[in-house]
Structure formats: C-alpha cells, structure tokens
Nanobody, 117 residues
Framework: QVQLVESGGGLVQAGGSLRLSCTAS??????????WGWYRQAPGKQRELVAR???????NLADSVKGRFTITTDSAKYTVYLQMNSLKPEDTGVYYC?????????WGQGTQVTVSE
C-alpha cells in the first residue's frame, strides 16, 4: 500500500550536518493520513525513535537530539525530512523512515549515517 524510500545518508565529521529525506508512494489517502517518524539503530543496539511528526504538525524529539535535529514534512511531495546539525559520533547508525496509520505501519529500507571524530 505504501512504500518509503530514504536518501541523504553518508559520512560526515563531528559537528557537521546532514539532511535525510523519505518519500512515500502508494495510496495517497493513506500517505496523507500517516504520522511520520525517524528511527535509528546503532550497531549492537535496539532501534530507537529519533523524531516523530503527526499529521497535525506536532513533533516529538528524543532528548539526545533536541536542539540539534528537526523533523519537517512537505505534504505536496509526500516527503518527510530530518535535518541533523551538530552531529556527534553517537549519532552513527542506520536511520529508518516510518509511516504509521492506526495499527498499520510501514518502513523504509534505511540509510546509513556515519559520524567520524
């Protein structure tokens, strides 16, 4: 029903910035009703929520990224963004886009973010 494709990951030095994008395709009525989220998974650790934004525009950020990361959406492009500033080595991991509508959810394939010292 819905496919999510992330882009924008890469290698960056500590203190640098990256912007991740996730574009949805599929059932437009579902996409327009979804809440969006970004999760990450570091090596050897569980996947954790980084940021979330509802259809109403309310956002929720993990404490570890508050003041550094921003989540926004462009509904016309069916895209969600994660602007990441002041990156730290502990931000390294695979970042996954998530779309959720009631009990259904969809995941992207993930994009690698590596922050070097």
């Amino acid at each position: 029903q819905v496919q999510l494709v992330e882009s924008g990951g890469g290698l960056v030095q500590a203190g640098g910035s990256l912007r991740l994008s996730c574009t949805a395709s599929g059932m437009i009525s579902v996409i327009n009703s979804m809440d969006w989220g970004w999760y990450r998974q570091a090596p050897g650790k569980q996947r954790e929520l980084v940021a979330r934004i509802t259809t109403g525009g309310s956002t929720n950020l993990a404490d570890s990224v508050k003041g550094r990361f921003t989540i926004t959406t462009d509904s016309a492009k069916y895209t969600v963004y994660l602007q990441m500033n002041s990156l730290k080595p502990e931000d390294t991991g695979v970042y996954y886009c998530n779309g959720k509508l009631r009990v259904r959810e969809w995941w992207g394939q993930g994009t690698q973010v590596t922050v070097s010292e």
